[in-house]
């Protein structure tokens, strides 16, 4: 009983994950990478920092799940300080996805 319950509350918190996936510049040494991953993951509510760096560039890719309870996707994207910077490519929150499908059915329906 108390496994299926563990269970259930941890599906009922995977609901709750976002996903930002952001393009990244200024990463010009190859500890970049692991500052990016210490300055996300300080923040509370972060789950997993990803980061992709291109071979030979200062761009890379970085991918933060996040407790969209807890804290923000702009609380996330001002975190990466200078020398770094990032622009959001992707944004997956299904708080914000539920609210946009409110609107979608009221205007299109």
């Known amino acids: ?37 210490t300055r996300l993951a300080k923040l509370s509510g972060v789950v997993e920092v990803l980061v992709t760096n291109y071979i030979e560039t200062s761009y890379g890719v970085v991918q933060v799940f996040y407790d969209s309870q807890q804290v923000t996707r702009d609380e996330v994207m001002a975190r990466i300080e200078p020398p770094y910077w990032a622009t959001l490519l992707e944004d997956k929150d299904p708080r914000r996805e539920q609210i946009l499908l409110r609107y979608t059915e009221i205007y299109v329906c």
């Open 1 to 37: 009983m108390e496994e299926e319950s563990r269970a259930l509350h941890s599906e009922d918190h995977r609901s709750d994950l976002a996903r930002a996936i952001l393009f990244l510049g200024g990463m010009y040494c190859p500890k970049c990478p692991e500052e990016i991953r």
